[in-house]
């Protein structure tokens, strides 16, 4: 039987696909920026996990 | 994607503007290219690479200098390769150039126009869209290099196999995000010390980033172990072959073969017995512990039920029943509010509801079980124990019978038996001496990472109690958890493409190969064929040449399956030409008359290189009627010919000297040989 999934599980599903999407902007563009691409996968983890202060 | 025609300007060994026009048709789907070596049949395949994604193969040497030297020498300064391809029933002309002496950045390298009838559209982004057409990390599986097919059978064959299944599964995009976010992760944990946290966090922090370190280490170790017993395994399959080819030693090697056969079976029914063994103490170790209690519990009830108490002597139903129809079972009236009424609703209390008798039956079920289970659990057990003891013994005397062959085969001074036997045993103590070594480091890899959790856990406790380190926990664990589930997807993932490949390729060998063998693919990529007594076939066995090939065309098969694969994490596959470059190796002839039959079914289209030596044994022959396009590539000299001898070939009845001299230039001609 399928579980409906969790609040947390739905945000990790989310937030896999604007990463996957990051990773596909990147592999098809031929961009070998690293440091760019991680830099934009740490803004996605920032915006799923605002601090109380954002 | 159908090629339909490649043009090479000034590109490394060919000089001026050539070209070579495939063959488009389904039924003659071979183009083939006769080339000696050192004639540019490594480079026609790298002007596809190159030109596609500006890369080339590993082998190409020299890599940087593309123009031909005597179109420099002539004040040339721009090489060019194009390729007008069909994709999707659209045309295009993908054109990459070459500069001498400017930087890709400072012009238009790379261009891809789609040809509509009577004018051109340029691509305004040409890198995604040859791409979407064939992934760059799949590309170079359409390139078959049979010179080198040792690769599956090699040292590193388990990371490039690997690589090379994951490459047509697409899954590049999930790989290139499981190492981001590992950096990412180690990112905000490094920046949690930073915070007002103790210098404690400091230390563990340190503390985790060394034991990755550790683990790192450790698992390159062991793939490396790894890697040298499967070398190892090889030389011993190389020595057995040789012992049951000789007359002396063949009747021994027989005898061995059908031990260790034995002995694997007989290790087989050991480690199920254990396992039996320990799944019954799993099972019913409780059986045995709770007598006591099983017995007092099924005693108890028994009496109550004996004595009307359990369940309730009436049920919740009956009551109900009662109540509603406001007369009781004696006839009298039970109205509402009166005395009567209550007294019987107050039964409900005791009543026992259908929940209640169905728990009742279902312990008292269980507790006749755990009574009969009990009393035939022992039994059980004896017999996987007698299975266990039978099998160990069963080990001890196969071992004993291999020893002996092995004393029986060093004592025989025939032929270098005992040098190769001696040789045998000596490799077999070192695989084993690496075995030992392997578990110790996995003993030290899992006792690393039970260290590396505790930090992991002891430093979220110390920061969980830092605001201004709980932030970096939270996006930490985050990045972790999905690391994680990326990785649990693409085991899933693998382990399907693993079955899917794994098929194809038994398919292909039986349809290529004359004995019966089984392939072997291990989790870990590790890929082997075995003979029917289950002991590898030598690396230098026809069979596993045929390997590579038959990976590759597994692979090629795949790609086009998945052309519409769906999952968004993925990339898609794709249908694309296949080139081989010498795909026969050192077959002998019956095996490459099969494979070359086979050939033209291994893509929708087929470019074939191959020299005179490759072509010979019946090759062209069996491909025939599937050759649409036939090519020779012949060898300029600006030398003059001296006292070399001519080297002349028959295509078609026709005769091509593969190479001239006093030629204006030093390079290779693309000189077309079809039946046509």
């Known amino acids: 039987v399928n579980q409906p999934a969790s609040d947390d599980e739905e945000l990790q599903g989310r937030v896999i696909e604007q990463i996957v999407e990051l990773q596909r902007e990147f592999y098809f563009e031929n961009k070998d920026k690293t440091t760019e691409r991680r830099r934009r996968l740490r803004e996605i983890i920032e915006r799923a996990t605002p601090s109380r202060d954002d | 994607m159908w090629l339909e025609k490649i043009t090479v300007k000034d590109f490394r060994c060919f000089y001026g503007e050539q070209s070579i026009d495939l063959s488009t048709d389904p039924e003659k789907n071979v183009t083939v290219v006769h080339a000696e070596n050192g004639v540019g049949k490594t480079t026609l395949l790298n002007a596809l690479l190159w030109c596609f994604y500006g890369m080339t193969t590993a082998r190409f040497e020299k890599r940087d200098d593309l123009l031909h030297y005597d179109a420099i020498a002539e004040g040339r300064h721009s090489a060019f390769v194009e390729v007008l391809f069909e994709h999707n029933e659209n045309r295009y002309r993908a054109r990459r150039y070459a500069m001498d002496g400017a930087k890709p950045e400072e012009y238009r390298e790379f261009t891809i126009m789609r040809l509509d009838q009577g004018h051109s559209v340029t691509l305004e982004r040409p890198d995604t869209f040859i791409n979407t057409v064939i992934p760059k990390g799949m590309a170079s599986h359409f390139l078959f290099d049979g010179e080198h097919a040792e690769v599956f059978l090699g040292e590193d064959n388990r990371s490039r196999i690997r690589g090379a299944v994951q490459d047509i599964l697409g899954c590049t995009l999930v790989e290139t995000a499981i190492k981001d976010l590992s950096e990412t992760a180690t990112y905000y944990r490094r920046q949690m010390p930073t915070t007002r946290a103790s210098a404690n966090m400091t230390e563990i922090s340190s503390r985790i980033d060394a034991l990755a370190g550790q683990i790192q280490t450790a698992q390159e170790l062991r793939d490396r172990l790894k890697g040298e017993i499967e070398v190892i395994e090889q030389q011993i399959a190389d020595i057995d072959e040789n012992l049951r080819n000789s007359a002396a030693a063949k009747a021994l090697q027989s005898q061995r073969d059908s031990a260790a056969r034995e002995l694997a079976r007989a290790r087989k029914r050991e480690t199920d017995a254990q396992d039996e063994v320990l799944r019954w103490l799993g099972d019913n170790g409780r059986y045995l512990v709770s007598t006591r209690i099983t017995e007092q519990t099924f005693e108890h009830l028994q009496t109550q039920e ?9 049920n919740e139903e009956f009551v109900r029943d009662l109540l509603d129809m406001g007369r009781c079972i004696c006839g009298a009236p039970l109205h509402h509010g009166t005395e009567a009424y209550a007294s019987v609703e107050s039964m409900l209390q005791k009543a026992a509801n259908a929940t209640l008798r169905s728990r009742l039956s279902s312990i008292r079920a269980r507790l006749s079980q755990l009574k009969s289970e ?260 012949v060898r300029k000299n600006k030398d003059s010919r001296g006292s070399r001898a001519r080297e002349i070939r028959q295509f078609h009845g026709k005769d091509v000297e593969m190479a001239t001299f006093d030629d204006p230039f030093d390079g290779s001609a693309i000189v077309s040989v079809s039946a046509s």
């Open chain 2, 374 to 633: 009990r009393q035939s659990a022992p039994g059980k057990l004896d017999a996987a124990n007698k299975r266990l003891a039978t099998a160990r013994q069963e080990i001890s005397s196969y071992e004993a019978e291999l020893a002996e062959i092995s004393g029986k085969l060093a004592g025989i001074d025939l032929d270098e038996i005992a040098v190769r036997e001696a040789k045998r045993n000596e490799l077999r103590k070192t695989a084993n001496e690496k075995r030992e070594q392997i578990g110790t480091i996995n003993f030290r890899i899992e006792s690393a990472e039970a260290d590396k959790g505790n930090a992991e856990k002891e430093l979220k406790r110390l920061a969980e109690n830092d605001a201004d380190a709980r932030i970096f926990v939270r996006r930490y664990s985050l990045c972790e958890t999905l690391k994680g589930r990326l990785e649990r997807d693409l085991q899933e993932e693998e382990k399907a493409a693993r079955g899917v490949l794994r098929a194809a390729i038994r398919k292909i060998l039986e349809q290529t190969g004359r004995k019966a063998f089984r392939l072997q693919m291990t989790e870990d990529y590790g890929i082997s064929l075995l003979n029917e007594a289950g002991t590898q076939l030598p690396k230098s066995s026809g069979e596993n040449q045929l390997l590579g090939l038959a990976f590759t065309a597994a692979l090629v098969e795949y790609a086009r399956v998945r052309q519409n694969a769906e999952d968004y994490r993925l990339l898609k596959g794709t249908v694309a030409p296949l080139v081989l470059d010498s795909p026969f190796g050192q077959l002998d002839e019956e095996y490459r008359k099969t494979t070359a039959e086979y050939v033209p079914r291994m893509a929708g289209q087929v470019v074939l290189m191959i020299s005179r030596s490759q072509a010979s044994g019946g090759v062209i022959e069996a491909l025939r009627e599937r050759i649409g396009e036939e090519y020779a590539l």
């Open chain 2, 306 to 314: 004996t004595k009307g108490r359990i369940p309730s002597p009436y």
